[in-house]
């Protein structure tokens, strides 16, 4: 089946480690994507990808990490440098640029204990 | 950075109720899109509709570009309608802005 995966579904951590969450997509789009949602709110845009190589800062990139080694994966690190990590957080793509349709993976939901 | 306003906050219907929902942006897009988040936090994409009317079973969406909104409506609704609709929309710095939401709830 083509689609995103992300994973862990949910993810523990203590306050002072990094975390990373994985997203995997076999659609072959070109552009990925990194969004936090808290509850009762709407996304919001952390890091985006246009292409392999290279990745952007979205609006709350303070904190959080990626990397764009290949086309099917783009990764987000969670570092002790954000002040508040507990957060519901959505991994998505789109075939070229945030101007097409944009498909989103299940999430992960991260908890700081 | 561009504003999007969603009305109402939140929606109670009886099953089989007809409702819309607006989506109000406060300048010029490429690109609006519609989405239902489940209540397992699944983001289903409803419509691309950057203009004009589409629709998808008992679903409709319809944007008028020129006077920034849309609206979505749900005609006949379901219990598996309940969830979060959200309004998303790229502005020309190609970030797709997401609106606050709207919760529905469907009651059988």
């Known amino acids: 089946d083509g689609g995103i995966t992300q994973s862990p579904k949910y993810l523990f951590r203590k306050e002072g480690q990094n975390v990373t969450l994985s997203c995997e997509q076999n659609?072959?789009?070109?552009?990925m994507y990194w969004y936090r949602q808290d509850p009762g709110q709407g996304l919001r845009l952390i890091y985006y990808?246009?292409?392999?190589?290279?990745?952007q800062k979205g609006d709350i990139a303070e904190g959080y990490s990626v990397s764009r080694e290949k086309k099917e994966s783009f990764p987000l690190t969670v570092t002790s440098a954000q002040k508040n990590p507990t957060a519901f957080y959505l991994c998505?793509?789109?075939?070229?640029?945030?101007?097409?349709?944009?498909?989103f993976g299940p999430g992960t939901r991260l908890t700081v204990l | 950075g561009i504003q999007v306003e969603q009305s109402p906050p939140d929606l109670i219907l009886q099953e089989g109720a007809n409702s819309t929902l607006r989506c109000n942006f406060s300048d010029s897009v490429n690109n609006l899109q519609w989405f239902h988040q489940n209540p397992w936090g699944q983001l289903i994409n409803l419509f691309y509709?950057?203009?004009g009317t589409k629709q998808n079973g008992r679903l409709s969406a319809t944007t008028v570009a020129t006077e920034r909104y849309s609206l979505l409506y749900i005609s006949s609704s379901q219990t598996t309608d309940s969830g979060v609709y959200f309004c998303a929309v790229v502005p020309n710095d190609y970030k797709l802005s997401f609106g606050a939401g709207t919760t529905v709830t469907v009651r059988a």
């Open positions: 990808s246009q292409i392999v190589n290279d990745f």
């Open positions: 509709i950057p203009s």
């Open positions: 659609l072959n789009h070109d552009a």
């Open positions: 998505a793509s789109s075939r070229a640029g945030a101007r097409d349709t944009q498909y």
